[in-house]
């Protein structure tokens, strides 16, 4: 018996594994490719937290390393700078999406995970002690079920969650070809929708994409009506004759894909012994390029949860947090790209609406407040009233200990909590949680400082979870501290 297997291994359920395998958990993911490759490349980019998060785990360097820094950040037809916010890493990396599975797989690889290529899950039961999960190769056995298994979830659907939402207004074509014409590369509008053809091999300078001479195009072409089937070759023709007046002589298509404005968010995040994180939890139009952000950050939210009740250090009651903090980011990610969509959209009142947004968008203030939300930099899980830090991002400070200069981020590569004391050494005392909480005395004498909010009270001490959020702020006493201890980390120890 596995303690926890993982249906799907895209981004959202290799991150989840990497971070169930650092806490010490028997992971296994099945995944029905026989290996990480991925037929095309049909999302990409990652966005300033995502980066931030892998940074926490000491792996950024290695997507920042094939990847194309650049201010990526859009809402509507609004472009936003994130080059003044206080992190390491004010941009969005241009990167696709083969490649960042590939760089994931890859340092999956290097931890304790099991591997079941080439297999599906095909269904599960489930009790109050374990979940018995069938696959298209045999059975399996797990005290919990994860699906990251996508948009259409069987794992959703077996586990009887529901999954309202919109149905589809818009809907895409999208592909990756070859042609025999020099095709007319860039963005192109019309009374459909936005269309854009571009080289798949690309790099960023002074923040304009620059294509390269020769090889595969990628197509993205808006059809004149919501597409159901799935879709061939034929299909990208008539929709490149319809927009271009030509198809450039397009053949030998590496992938072809479909891609909706449908919008739906999972009732429930869990049930029983079953979780769902990524797409199988929220789908929704690609505007802003989220989705795959926010399944990386669900995995982090939710891995050093279950794995603490897998292991007996919590309560199960610990996984209804997963949910609780989780559900209102992806709900709002949902709307706003509903609402970006309906800016683009090719009438001339809307334009009009569009012009107001980005005029009140040149605005500092409601500026920096869009940027902070769509780079992820903002989110602020509700733990009760406090300092402006409860709840948020940990910035990653260069702290003064005994041992040097150390990054605070490069604390967390393990994924263990931290007790921050930047107060006298000596005054912060956790004995009782010594095996599960590392404690650190520090010093910072800058100021601090979170995207959009600005300057804020310099705390005395600061418990950071393993996914980089503070779940208590010391200011001059510790009052409040075991009680925090003991809500996300567990009962203290009596040895």
């Not at 599906?120 to 298209?136: A, E, H, I, L």
């Not at 404005?261 to 990524?278: F, I, K």
């Not at 709840?391 to 007790?419: F, K």
Request: proline share 5%; glycine share 12%.
């Amino acid at each position: 018996m596995h303690e926890v297997v993982i249906a799907g291994g895209g981004p959202t359920g290799l991150t989840l594994a990497g971070e169930l395998a650092l806490a010490g958990v028997d992971v296994a993911v099945v995944e029905r490719r026989d290996g990480q490759e991925l037929a095309g490349s049909r999302a990409g980019g990652l966005h300033s937290r995502t980066i931030e998060v892998f940074d926490q785990r000491g792996i950024a360097d290695r997507f920042l390393a094939e990847g194309q820094t650049a201010q990526v950040g859009a809402f509507g037809a609004t472009k936003f700078d994130i080059s003044d916010f206080p992190t390491r890493h004010p941009y969005g990396l241009g990167l696709w999406q083969n490649h960042i599975e590939r760089i994931l797989a890859g340092w999956v690889e290097e931890l304790p995970v099991q591997f079941y290529r080439g297999r599906d899950v095909t269904g599960f039961t489930q009790d109050d002690d374990c979940v018995d999960v069938q696959t298209s190769d045999g059975p399996l056995q797990a005290r919990y079920l994860v699906g990251c298994d996508g948009g259409r979830s069987l794992v959703r659907r077996v586990a009887g969650i529901e999954f309202p939402g919109w149905d589809p207004t818009i809907s895409s074509l999208i592909a990756e070809v070859e042609m025999t014409e020099e095709p007319e590369l860039g963005i192109r509008h019309d009374t459909a929708g936005m269309h854009a053809l571009g080289r798949v091999e690309y790099e960023i300078r002074d923040g304009e994409i620059i294509w390269k001479d020769s090889g595969p195009v990628r197509v993205m072409v808006t059809e004149q009506r919501v597409g159901t089937t799935e879709p061939t070759l034929h299909d990208v023709s008539e929709g490149l004759i319809a927009v271009y007046g030509t198809d450039f002589g397009v053949h030998s298509p590496s992938w072809i894909s479909r891609f909706t404005d449908m919008t739906r968010q999972a009732a429930a995040y869990r049930e029983g012994r079953v979780l769902l994180a990524g797409d199988a939890a929220h789908i929704h139009s690609p505007d802003g390029g989220q989705g795959l952000n926010i399944g990386v950050q669900d995995a982090v939210n939710l891995g050093w949860k279950l794995a603490q009740v897998v292991e007996g250090v919590s309560h199960d009651e610990l996984l209804d947090t997963y949910q609780a903090e989780r559900h209102p980011v992806a709900a709002r990610v949902l709307r706003n790209t509903m609402a970006s969509v309906a800016l683009r959209r090719p009438d001339d009142r809307i334009k009009a609406l569009g012009d107001v947004v980005s005029e009140l968008l040149g605005f500092e203030e409601p500026r920096t407040h869009f940027a902070a939300m769509l780079s992820g930099l903002d989110v602020h899980y509700d733990l009760g009233e406090g300092h402006p830090l409860l709840g948020r991002r940990m910035p990653d400070l260069d702290l003064v200990t005994a041992d040097g200069t150390v990054r605070l981020y490069a604390l967390l590569h393990e994924a263990r909590p931290l007790l921050l004391n930047l107060a006298e050494r000596g005054d912060a005392e956790i004995d009782p949680w010594a095996d599960r909480v590392q404690l650190v005395d520090a010093e910072y004498a800058r100021t601090w400082e979170l995207p959009a909010l600005g300057a804020v009270t310099a705390p005395t001490a600061v418990l950071v979870r393993p996914d980089g959020y503070v779940a208590w702020v010391g200011e001059g006493t510790d009052h409040g501290l075991f009680d925090a201890l003991t809500t996300w980390f567990g009962l203290p120890s009596t040895a």
